[in-house]
């Protein structure tokens, strides 16, 4: 520094110090610029330096300035820009006070600044950004103002020396705008480089600006790509100042780049296997939690943005991260937003796994689709997974997500059963992951559960289940919050029966633990007991025995002697009061008594010592009050279990009797207890059951020619004894059944004698007041329970694979094949009685098929069942002799003229079975429980076998062989067997359902081409059959219209079958126009069977043109069978058209966001879309073709062409659907197919409705057709009748017109959009041809029986086409 300047210097300072800066103003005016820099330099670089004399250079500059001096803001500049310059050149800690001061002393004199120095000073920065890829951090707060500043600028000229870049020609001196020269500095400061570390200091300053829409995405979009070069600790900051950006706008274009980034990333990290990948995936978690704090926040501060995040999770639904998904979550913490979030991501969960399903079943157009984006369920599960490190403030809202799906699906919805089943499932695995993972939420899970169970909602049970899965992973979980459990006790008489045995059930393994719990739970038990009401005590008594059962359980289980001691001491505890229920009224004694015997006939009560001696005890004691003398032939005195006053029971001593024979079973194959004596319980059974196989109706007061009837004392009297009689001889014949120690079979027979005699008497003569028979069957009085019949069953249906096999499955310890042979050979006389047999599946059948007042039995027994009924009776159906005649064991041969046969009882019996297995979705295990046979699948597990799916394949085929064969060979002896074969081929359809599934989504080529066999060999049968001399039958011709109809999707060629289920690429597949034709060929030829008889039924001559070639047997078709059989065939009309409805809304959601961001040249999505569309065209045409059969006849009854009309509207509306999707996909244009659809649904179709309408509204009405004499008129009856057909038949076809509108409707905005005339393909009118006219409707109304329809009910008959129907409006 030379002396000049260090004089100058000296001069400043002091100047500075006596706040004389007016003067140091002027001196430094004198000064050259250079000097000034220099000046600046040289005190800003001292690294001792306070910067004193730079911050007196900017106050005497400023207050020069505003001294008006002509130099002022030139000198200020000057100084500013010296400064700017050296702080960003120099390196020093950008925290130091020297550099505040300076940054607050320019943001301070920032106004004075002229435009030429504002333009040097910004373009100095961006020099420096362009250079070192950074900011000066103490610029922070003044760059902002200063290029906001530079936007206020008016014109300026300028040089290209001074900024080069910003002249775009060649000239020396160019005019710019401020606002101009603004927008180059923020695009070119987005176009540089920027250092890692100084990222987010750049986008803090430029968030900080004034900014236009498209500045705004410019700035986002270079933030956005500057976050793949950061490091994941430095994201977080970054994210926050791209929401705090969001503020100026583009909020969605902002969100989804967000997103968009971290699902990228997600990606690449997901399938981590190194260490390194894996630690890098964990601090992923973490900084997400962190950012969806940050997106918390935000939101808070702008709804907007929420209102962006949850347009852009709609937009992208199909593509949902779990990222997403979780800030989605975090979003729904928010009351604003909770439950637009909740609902949008559970439509999200059900819609992802409808469609899955969906997509199963649709062969047509499976090849077409893409697989679907994301997994809902995986994404639930990754973000449960997650959420225990980083993500643990999504959890709550996670909970309440699966809460409120778990209510969702209980109540009725547009959603398939199987997406419903399965999101059910994959809520409770995610609350059960929550559950034991965070301890947080535990308590409010238990709380939701209890409010459920108490307010017993429609999905409370699936909450109990939840519960129960819960305190059986881990008890000590639960313990703590006991205390809710209890207080929810206090609502148990206001709960049922079930609701209460699941909750009992599902805290079963906290009353065993917590003393304190099981004193609460018997206390409130106890006081519930001993309730006013009978229905609360019975509910009571049915949670008491669950804890029985459950005490029972845990002893027979292993444990160790403390634990089984105190558990012992529980199950004793219970019974003492359970002792105390069997002495209170007939009616809790029964409940009792039932339970008692239920829970008898379970392994585990009849090896547990101490239930049985206790039980022993109490039922000895009881018997001897009501045991007659031995001089009577009545073994039980009758006289005690009636009141002799009000003839009502008093004991209900045949349960008693049921549940005695249970025990006394019990303690026979007991190891610890068995009989002795003469007084021993298997003495005195053997004494009842001698004594009851020779008594008569006379030693029970009893007159077979009595008053049995209701409305009498006397009657009330006799058949309340006769009932007591009659249930202890179903007592004696189970006891006797059962029993190890009496082999006397032909006691059972007598016994069975003594049964049908007296239930026969009292089923013919017990009547109600109104004279009507009160009691169906002799099933009906029997109280033996399933366990029982099964097991005698199994004995007199014997499976002929079993005898034969030594090997067999069943045969093993300790019933063994010699076992079982010596056993079956010993009951021959019991399989010789048709009767007893039938009786004995009539018991079975019932119990599957009652839902009140027993639990329901569980799976393993219905497959045993099953199995029982297939393979002991109706298999040997399948084996005829050469002559055509069954070959039928005797039993099954046997046939009553009043009585059911046993082979159509077995048939019932299946079809329960079924019925019962497709509730639970147990149904596949039906054929291995058929066909192969196995103990573990008769035997309680909760884990049904793994098979291979090639010979699960061919079980299910030889099941539905088998059944194929039987009803092929029970039609053969028409007539006698229709019923049996009706009953059969109700179970051949839901297996021929079941299997269709499994073919569909089968991936083994192998077992692919089993099921295609199969499959299509019963559709061609099926279809033989109605060609063949069937009898009039309208239930077996449904039944095989309903086998067909499931089974035509596998007419179409095994090619179709043989591709892969889902395509995880584009595959371009050409669409073969004839798999149409090869799948509904068959139902083609019945409708037009269908036609050809109902013109002959009608009186109508057949068209010429119409070839007699294999016709069918149309004697089968009567005006009963035809209504019926198109009843079958829109159900599946209907059925067609819902998936073709789906169909149509997946072209809508690939065209609507895939194809508008599709590049330029990639149109592989545009020709998916325009397949899709073509298929579901065809379809369309091909199911318009069927349609076109029918509306060209006329039915023979009012029924079948009111089915008709309904077919026809559902095919406009799913017409519309299409329709209306095309307006959403501009890019798909109108095909050939589109157009043929059009022509056939709106000309042709219409045209042949038009003339079914008018023919169907003149019969009606009663009018004469002068066109057709022949035609049948129908007169109604009374004025109420006409006008009740009226009014019917005209909302069913205002409805029809109303679509038809909207049909037309929708086609015109079409051809506006594409341009394409398709008016001409409208060839009838609505407003004109189809209104029914008032003169038409009221003077044959009134001609009926003379009386007329007033003015106003005349009105109520118009069509009013200018406003839809009160049924359509939701459309």
């Not at 009140?852 to 002799?881: F, K, N």
């Not at 069918?1112 to 035809?1122: E, V, Y």
């Amino acid at each position: 520094m030379t002396s000049e300047d260090t004089e100058l210097t000296t001069q400043l300072a002091a100047l500075g110090r006596t706040k004389a800066y007016v003067e140091a103003g002027k001196l430094l005016s004198e000064q050259e610029d250079d000097v000034v820099y220099k000046l600046v330099e040289d005190d800003l670089s001292t690294d001792a330096g306070t910067g004193a004399l730079t911050l007196t250079l900017i106050k005497g500059s400023s207050a020069l300035a505003e001294s008006g001096h002509t130099s002022g803001s030139s000198v200020l500049g000057t100084v500013c820009s010296a400064c700017v310059g050296q702080i960003c050149e120099d390196s020093a800690d950008p925290e130091t006070q020297k550099w505040t001061a300076i940054s607050d002393t320019l943001l301070q004199v920032l106004p004075q600044l002229g435009p030429r120095s504002i333009i040097d000073i910004a373009f100095r920065v961006l020099a420096e950004l362009k250079t070192s890829g950074t900011l000066p951090t103490p610029l922070a707060s003044f760059l902002p103002m200063l290029l906001d500043t530079l936007g206020t600028i008016g014109s300026v000229e300028i040089t290209s020396e001074d900024v080069s870049a910003v002249a775009a020609e060649d000239d020396v001196r160019v005019t710019r705008t401020g606002s101009e020269l603004k927008a180059y500095w923020i695009e070119s400061a987005c176009s540089y480089k920027w250092h890692a570390q100084a990222s987010v200091r750049v986008c803090a300053l430029l968030r900080e600006l004034v900014l236009t829409e498209a500045q705004v995405e410019r700035v986002a979009s270079r933030v956005q790509r500057q976050m793949e070069c950061m490091e994941l600790m430095e994201l977080p900051a970054m994210v926050y100042q791209l929401l705090l950006l969001s503020r100026h706008g583009s909020k969605r274009n902002i969100v989804s780049g967000i997103f968009t980034f971290f699902d990228n990333m997600e990606k690449q990290l997901k399938d981590a296997h190194s260490d390194d990948e894996r630690k890098r995936w964990r601090e992923l978690g973490d900084i997400e939690g962190t950012i969806m704090l940050h997106i918390s926040y935000g939101i808070k501060q702008d709804f907007e943005l929420g209102d962006a995040l949850i347009a852009f999770a709609k937009e992208s639904s199909d593509s949902l991260s779990s990222f997403s998904f979780a800030c989605l979550l975090s979003l729904a913490r928010i009351h604003r937003f909770e439950d637009n979030v909740t609902v949008l991501l559970r439509t999200q969960l059900l819609r992802c796994m409808h469609d899955e399903d969906m997509r199963v079943g649709m062969v047509w157009v499976r090849p077409y689709l893409l697989e679907s984006g994301s997994d809902a369920q995986e994404l639930l599960h990754a973000v449960v997974e997650r959420s225990s490190y980083g993500w643990d403030q999504v959890t709550q809202s996670l909970i309440q997500l699966c809460l409120n799906t778990m209510d969702y699906t209980a109540r009725r919805n547009t959603y398939s059963p199987v997406a419903c089943t399965q999101a059910r499932q994959t809520c409770t695995r995610v609350l059960q992951t929550a559950f034991a993972t965070h301890e947080f939420v535990r308590g409010e899970i238990v709380d939701q559960i209890m409010n459920r169970v108490v307010f017993q909602t429609k999905s409370h049970m699936h909450f109990l289940d939840l519960l129960q899965l819960l305190a059986a992973n881990d008890v000590d979980t639960v313990r703590p919050y006991s205390t809710k459990i209890i207080d929810a006790l206090d609502s148990i008489s206001v709960m049922s029966s079930r609701t209460l045995e699941g909750l009992v059930r599902a805290i079963a393994p906290l009353f065993f633990d917590d003393v304190q719990f099981r004193s609460s739970l018997i206390l409130v038990l106890r006081k519930i007991l001993f309730a006013h009401g009978v229905d609360e005590r019975r509910v009571a008594l049915s949670g008491l025995f669950v804890l029985i059962s459950c005490a029972a359980q845990s002893l027979d289980c292993e444990a160790g002697q403390r634990q089984s001691n105190a558990r012992l001491a529980v199950l004793l505890e219970v019974l003492g009061l359970l002792r105390r229920c069997l002495t209170q009224q007939p009616e809790i004694r029964k409940a009792a008594y039932d339970q008692l015997s239920t829970l008898l006939d379970e392994p585990f009560a009849r090896n547990n010592a101490a239930l049985l001696s206790t039980l022993h005890g109490i039922f000895q004691t009881e018997f001897m009050k009501y045991q007659a003398d031995r001089s009577h032939d009545s073994p039980i005195n009758f006289q005690l279990c009636v009141s002799p006053t009000t003839h009502k029971v008093t004991m209900p001593v045949a349960s008693f009797m049921q549940c005695f024979a249970k025990l006394t079973l019990a303690l026979e194959s007991s190891s610890t207890l068995g009989p002795s004596g003469s007084e021993s319980p298997s003495s005195i059974w053997t004494d009842v059951c001698t004594r009851f196989s020779r008594a008569q109706m006379e030693d029970f007061e009893l007159d077979a020619n009595g008053d049995f009837a209701l409305d009498s004392p006397s009657g009330v009297r006799n058949n309340n004894t006769a009932r007591l009689v009659i249930g202890c001889i179903d007592a004696a014949i189970e006891y006797e059944l059962c029993s190890t120690t009496n082999t006397n079979p032909a006691l059972v027979v007598e016994l069975f004698s003594k049964f049908q005699r007296f239930s026969d008497v009292l089923c013919t003569r017990c009547v109600d007041e109104r004279k009507k028979r009160v009691i169906g069957s002799a099933s009906e009085l029997s109280h033996m329970t399933l366990p029982t019949t099964l097991n005698v069953l199994e004995l007199v249906l014997s499976d002929p694979r079993r005898m034969d096999n030594p090997d067999h499955a069943l045969n093993c310890a300790p019933h063994d094949h010699t076992w079982f042979v010596a056993h079956t050979s010993g009951v021959s006389l019991w399989a010789a009685n048709t009767a007893f047999v039938r009786h004995l599946l009539e018991i079975a059948l019932a119990r599957v098929t009652e839902r009140a007042g027993m639990c329901e039995e569980p799976t393993h027994r219905v497959l045993h069942l099953a199995y029982i009924a297939y393979s002991g009776a109706l298999a040997a159906c399948a084996r005829p002799l050469e002559s055509g005649i069954l070959d039928l064991p005797a039993n099954l041969a046997k046939r009553s003229a009043k009585a059911r046969s046993i082979l159509y009882v077995a048939a019932e019996t299946l079809v329960a079975c079924t019925s019962v297995l497709q509730s639970r979705g147990k149904l596949d295990l039906l054929h291995v429980a058929v066909m192969r046979p196995q103990l573990m699948l008769f035997a309680p597990n909760d884990d049904p076998p793994t098979i291979d799916a090639l010979l699960d394949a061919q079980y299910a085929s030889a099941l539905i062989t088998g059944l194929r064969n039987t009803s092929e060979q029970m039609l053969a002896q028409k007539p006698v067997m229709a019923r049996e074969a009706t009953t059969v081929l109700t179970s051949l359809h839901a297996v021929c359902v079941q299997l269709s599934r499994t073919g569909n989504c089968c991936s083994n080529e192998g077992a692919r081409a089993v099921i295609y066999k199969t499959m299509n060999e019963t559709a061609r049968w099926a279809f033989s059959l109605v060609g063949g001399e069937l009898p009039g039958d309208a239930n077996l011709l449904r039944n095989i219209t309903m086998v067909l109809t499931s089974c035509q999707p596998f007419l179409q060629p095994e090619t179709v079958f043989a591709r892969p289920p889902l395509q995880l690429t584009f595959v371009s597949v050409p669409v073969d126009v004839r798999m149409d034709d090869y799948e509904l060929g068959t139902l083609s030829r019945l409708i037009g069977s269908i036609c050809t008889a109902s013109r002959l039924l009608t009186n109508i001559e057949a068209d010429p043109n119409e070839t007699d070639e294999d016709e069918p047997n149309l004697g089968i078709f009567t005006a009963r069978t035809i209504p019926a059989l198109v009843t079958v065939l829109a159900a599946w009309f209907k059925a067609e058209l819902h998936q073709v409805d789906w169909a149509s809304t997946q072209l809508r959601r690939m065209s609507a966001s895939e194809l508008a961001e599709r590049p330029e040249n990639d149109a592989e999505d545009l020709v998916m879309s325009i397949q899709v569309e073509r298929r579901v065209c065809g379809r369309i045409h091909a199911l318009s073709q069927l349609l076109l059969q029918l509306l060209s006849t006329v039915m023979p009854t009012q029924a079948a062409t009111d089915q008709v009309i309904r077919m026809f509207h559902d095919l406009h509306r799913s017409f519309a659907h299409l329709t209306r999707t095309k307006l959403q996909c501009v890019q798909v244009p109108i095909t050939e197919s589109y157009i043929d659809c059009l022509s056939l649904i709106c000309s042709t179709l219409n045209t042949h409705a038009h003339s079914m309408i008018i023919d169907k509204y003149g019969a009606l009405v009663g009018s004469a057709d002068t066109e057709n004499p022949k035609k049948k008129t129908k007169l109604t009856s009374s004025k109420s009748a006409g006008k009740s057909h009226v009014l019917r038949n005209s909302t069913l076809v205002s409805s029809l017109v109303y679509q038809m509108e909207l049909t037309e409707k929708y086609v015109g905005m079409v051809a506006a959009k594409h341009k394409t005339p398709l008016a001409h393909y409208l060839k009838r009118s609505l407003a004109r041809d189809f209104r029914i006219e008032r003169d038409r409707l009221h003077d044959p109304l009134q001609d009926t029986e003379g009386n007329s329809l007033d003015e106003e009910s005349a009105d109520t008959t118009m069509l009013m086409l200018d406003s839809p129907p009160p049924d359509m409006l939701d459309d």
